[in-house]
């Protein structure tokens, strides 16, 4: 009997390690969508692309310093959960990942919800792609934060790739090379986003 309960105990604990295991503090937070977690790994959140803040001589994109706040006010100094997708690490050794508080708060989500980062689709980390995309919905329906520009338009329309959910200007050549199969058109910039597609980083539409 005294074998079966310290054998119990063991277990418990096991169990207790591998639950506070999962919980990771945030001691740095480096922009809307990156933290910094207490043993220096990097994480991306997963699933968003908040605009970028001033770095490396580069001017800041609209609501980036925004979203730097909205995302210390969420998560600086606080315990995280890390949940991972299909493929753990980006190509930078950054963990990517949908970042959840103890009080089940989705800061992905929160980030969207709040108009402070647009969906970023990347195949095959889906997981959340339908909550995510029904928030920023609604975040532009309310004109909140970053949709104050981007719905702005720069074209007479878009060129869409199906594969990637990305969309362009006419003239970009990452544009220009969507197989046909692959190539849909958008009128305007509202349309792309409401289907969750987000803006090529090269052209920039």
């Not at 108009?115 to 928030?135: D, E, I, S």
């Not at 104050?148 to 544009?175: A, I, M, W």
């Amino acid at each position: 009997m005294l074998r079966y309960l310290r054998l119990t105990i063991f277990l418990v604990l096991i169990l207790c390690f591998a639950c506070d295991a999962q919980w990771h503090y945030v001691s740095w937070v480096t922009d809307g969508d990156s933290i910094v977690l207490e043993n220096g790994q990097r994480v991306r959140y997963l699933g968003i692309n908040a605009p970028e803040i001033a770095h490396d001589q580069q001017p800041g994109e609209p609501f980036g310093e925004e979203a730097l706040h909205y995302n210390i006010y969420l998560v600086k100094h606080k315990q995280v959960r890390i949940e991972t997708d299909i493929e753990p690490y980006d190509r930078y050794g950054r963990l990517l990942g949908y970042v959840f508080l103890k009080d089940g708060t989705f800061v992905n989500l929160k980030m969207v919800k709040a108009g402070y980062a647009h969906v970023l689709f990347l195949n095959p980390h889906l997981k959340y792609a339908k909550k995510l995309l029904a928030a920023q919905r609604q975040a532009m329906k309310n004109k909140r934060n970053i949709w104050q520009v981007l719905l702005k338009e720069t074209c007479d329309y878009y060129v869409g790739n199906t594969h990637s959910h990305k969309f362009h200007r006419p003239v970009c050549k990452y544009g220009q090379r969507i197989l046909p199969a692959q190539r849909i058109l958008f009128k305007k910039k509202w349309d792309a986003f409401y289907k969750g597609y987000s803006p090529c980083r090269k052209c920039r539409p």
